[in-house]
Every structure is written in C-alpha cells, then in structure tokens.
C-alpha cells in the first residue's frame, strides 16, 4: 500500500518480532519496547482484538449524510466500509466488499443512490446492505442460474452494529460492546457533549494525510503534554500553551483508554515566560509578533473551563477543539509502519458567515499544514523511522513516574501509561 | 469523479481574442516563473510580496473544491497572514529540511476584466526531495488565480491552489 518517503523499507528482524517473542520489558510502566510499533504479528491482533473487537469506531458524521440514500466511504481500522442512510432513516454500515467476488463495489467518496450495484456482475444491493437481486438467478432457458436452495438472506453485505451520538456515528463488529455513553465513560462524555451539543454541524472540509507512523503513536501523543510547550514553539510563543498555564490530561477513570488534554488560554495574546521557564525550552522566541492577530482571537462559545481540548477516543478518533477551530480525525491503520489520518473540519449550523471564517483562519493552527500538525507529523515521522532502524530498543516513560492517569501537571506521562496498562490487558502483554 | 461543471473550477473558454491572451500569457509566465523561483530557492519571507494587501491564499483538494467547502490545509485572508505564516516557517517551526521544485505549465489566461484584472489557470506539480531520500511527487494540481496590474508588474489577489492528491504524503511545510 501506499507508503510517503521510505527510505529503507525494511524493518530489522529484532523489531519485527513474532508474538511468541514479544515479552514486556520488566519495569512494565516506564518502558514501552519497539515491537508494539514494529511488529506485523502485533499488528494483525490489534486489528483483531481493538478495531475488530469490543470497541465502538469512528465513522462519519451525520451531517455528511443527512439525507435517505446518503452514503460515504469509510474505514474500520483498516477495512472499507460504507455508511449509509436508509428510506427510513436509518443509518447502517457495512464492509464494502460485494457478496459475490469480493469487488469493492462502492467506488465514490459519497454520494446518494436508491441502492448500490456491484458493477462486475450487477449484484444489487439495498440501502442497508440486503442482497436483493442477481442478474439471470434463475439462468437463460432454463440453463445455469443459481441452485434452487440459494436464499438472498445469506449472501448480504457484512453488517457491523451502528451506534449515533449527537450527531457522530459509531461502528462496532461487536455485539457484546457497552452503549456508547458508557463506553466513553463519565468524564469523556462530558467533554464530548461540548463539542457536539446535539445542534446541527456544519462541514467546512477535508484533509487527508498519510503518517508514515505507528496508529498508537498518534494516540500518545496527545496523551504526552510534555511535547506541547516543547516542540511547538508556536504554541509558546503566542501564548497558547506553556508550562505553568491552567491545564489538564485527563485519562478515563474506567479504562485509561480514552484521554483529553485540556488547557485554558490567558486572556494575554502572547505568553508571560519567566526566565526559568525560558531556559528550559529551547524553542522559545522571544518578540516574535503576529501582523494579523485575528487567528489567535478565542471566541467563548463553550460552557467549559478549557479554551483548549484535543481528545482521544479509543481506537480511531480525535475530537479537535483548538480554540474556536473544530474537527475530528479519524485513524486508519495501514500496517505497522503506516497510519492513514483523515480529518473532517467543521462548525455549526447557525454559525454567522464571519465566525466560518474566524474558524478558517484558525484552521491554519491544524492539519497536515498547521503550524502544530506539522510538527506532530514529523516528530512521529522521526519516532518511526528510529524505531526501525536502530540496535536499541526501549522507549523510556519516567516523567512522573509511577502515576497512571489523569495528571495536573503538564511534565507527565502518566496518560500513555494508562493507555498501555489497558493496552497489555486486551492484546495479552 | 468529474463533478466540476457547475462550480468555478469548471472549464470556461477563454474569452479573449488570441492575440490578446497571448500578450498577457507571457506576462503570467514570467510571473510564475519568479514566484517559483522563490519557493524552491528557500525565500519564502519573500513569498507574500507576489500578493496584494487582501489577497486570498488558499490551498485546499479537489474534494473540497468540487463539492464547494470552504477549508484551505492553508488559508489566508491578506499578505499579513501570508507573512506570518512565513516567518512561522522560517524561524519558529520544526520539520526536516527538504528540497522543493515546482514545475508549473499548461498556463492560459481565460479573461480580462474591464478593470484590467486578469483571470488565469496553470497546472502545477511540487517535486519534493528530504534527505537520502528519492524526489517524490508531493502535490499536483492547478492554480486558479486572479490578478491585479500594479505600476508595470502583476500582483495576485487570489490563488486558489487546488490539488488533486488525495492523500497527502505526511505533512505540506511550505506555500505552494
């Protein structure tokens, strides 16, 4: 599959290990060995037991279709699946692979259709998912066709279980998971009902990236608010975020699998640095400026004590709210080395034409071209390529050490510890 | 996929006469040529100086643009926008350094307003080279551009930069 900027293709034996090797590292809470980025064995039981397993995923957003026969592509950890709209409303998704001969018959991003044809063989099939007609079934003059005992019934499309939560749709291969409200657990759904109130969304656009990183790693770093004041200088600077500003990472108090980094803007545009701080980040600029400073404009729009929360929902999806510029961002896993991100941006319905606008403008914060995005893409770029292609290891994770979960201070690695402690429980580690 | 016919990225003849067209076009040209010049020489502090006071920026994929979203990967309302992204490039953002190349043709000019603007379209493909690593096609596309006569040189007041890879290779550093 498609892969940006390889260098070396290849990953050395000692890192792509098979299961019966993979042993966590004895000190389990500070150290994170390379095979969980490195490993293909590793990664076929993660798209097993997380995105196949007892887990709810990310697929659109209801106001990308909003109207019966609205459908869109979309991805299951790895796997293509359509999301459809039925006659009465309804909404199904299923793997987009014809009963037939396999075909990925669904071809467009999106689209509004009465049903959906295989176009090898004419396979027709029903907003959600039924087979209901086959081209010559019963043959031509009374030869060939299919046999009498073949029931439409048993060759459908494959169904996955279909969830909604003010207005974000949910998938899941498991009859066995909780209801979504619970599986996000008290505090995520909290933060989660900021974003998305129930009110009409609006999309504003896509972007689509390929990260040439491990899926996990997108999840740790935005469990690692250590990074932020120190990688993205943008941040510092403009006053966005530093070391000693009203934050939070959180991680559910359930499982430690979902998170949200939380912080809360000064009503300074730029930052108050104090000499200690300064000399530990050595990404700071001092009298740096901005000619138009309507981008770092925060237009309150929320009852929430954070300006700022960047969630992670487990397994695929990031709820962006980054001041007044929204979006979700959706993983696709594509092999250990590869992950796919796929961002919806939006607003709401009743935003005025100027707010769209102010969402826009911030816009350029995120994304494969924000002055944060790009930042992250090549930091994991760089995470990847030296798990890879190095003799060493280990991953150390001692800031705070011993604590697992929610932390106040931003200088923590407590989070991703909770992800990895629920991470070991369901792969078996 | 071909959905463009009734948006502003749709085919439009050119309204002028040949001669005309062919006058202005060599005007473009070098326009593009020196912009390009910039870019892939690393001066992208001079970048913004191609652009009028309100210019528009923005570059967004085909899929937004067929299906008339709004979201820019970049989007900037004025050359002070412009700049400060450039300076952010510059000085303040890390990335791993890199070698751009355009390589812009097919360029033709579809009309010439009364008040002199000038409503242009050229294809475009951003060659990208990163350390020990091959050149790569990192973006290709079509500038959809409008520009102003400024004393004896063009400025532009709007560049749409609409690409068509539809994913994009880990990140976009610079303006394109």
Known sequence: MYQSQTVIG????????????????EDGLHYIPDWVYASQEVYD?????????DTWNYVALEAEIPNSGDYKRSFVGPVPVVVSRAEDGTIHVFENRCAHRAAEFCRESHGNTNEFVC???????????????????RGVNKEGGMPKDFRNADHGLRKLHV???????????SDKVEPIEEYLSPEILEDFKVVFPGKPLKVLGYYRNELPCNWKMYHENLK???HATLLHSFLVVFGLLVAGNKSTMLSDSVHGRHGYMGSAK??????????????????????????????????????????????????????????????????????????????????????????????LRQGNLMGPSGFLGLEDNEAMKFVQEGVRRSTTDLNVLKLDSGKVGTSTTLISEASIRAMYQYYRSVMGF | MQKSANNRYAYKPSRLDAATAQHILVEVEAFNAEYCAVLDGGQVEMWPEFFTEDAIYRITARENADLGL?????????????????????????????YNLHIVTNTRIVDQAE???IEAEANFLLIETLVESPSTMHLAGRYYDTFVRSGDKLLLKERQVIYHTTILANDLVYPV
């Open chain 1, 119 to 137: 176009p090898y063989h004419q396979w027709s099939y029903t907003l959600k998912g039924d087979l209901q007609g086959i081209p010559f079934k």
């Open chain 2, 70 to 98: 709004p979201v820019g990967l970049v989007y900037a309302e004025g050359r002070n926008m412009m700049h400060d992204r450039a300076v952010a490039i510059n000085r303040t953002q890390m990335f791993a350094p890199r």
């Open chain 1, 163 to 173: 969830t909604t939560l003010n207005g974000v749709i949910f998938a899941s291969y």
């Open chain 2, 115 to 117: 008040n002199g603007d």
């Open chain 1, 266 to 359: 000064t009503e300074d545009k730029y930052a108050k640095v104090s000499e200690d701080t300064k000399k530990e980040m050595r990404s700071f600029h001092e009298g740096l400026r901005l000619r138009d400073e309507r981008f770092l404009e925060y237009i309150k729009e929320f009852d929430s004590p954070w300006s700022v929360t960047m969630q992670t929902i487990w397994p695929n999806l990031m709820v962006q709210r980054e001041m007044n510029t929204l979006g979700v961002r959706q993983i696709v896993p594509n092999g250990p080395h590869s992950m796919i991100m796929q961002w919806t941006m939006f607003g709401y319905e009743d935003d005025t034409e100027e707010m769209t606008r102010h969402r």
């Open chain 1, 224 to 226: 690692d608010p250590y």
């Open chain 1, 10 to 25: 290849q990953t050395g034996a000692t890192k792509d290990l098979p299961l019966s090797q993979c042993v966590w590292p």
């Open chain 1, 45 to 53: 039981l993660e798209m097993q037991r997380i995105f196949q397993g």
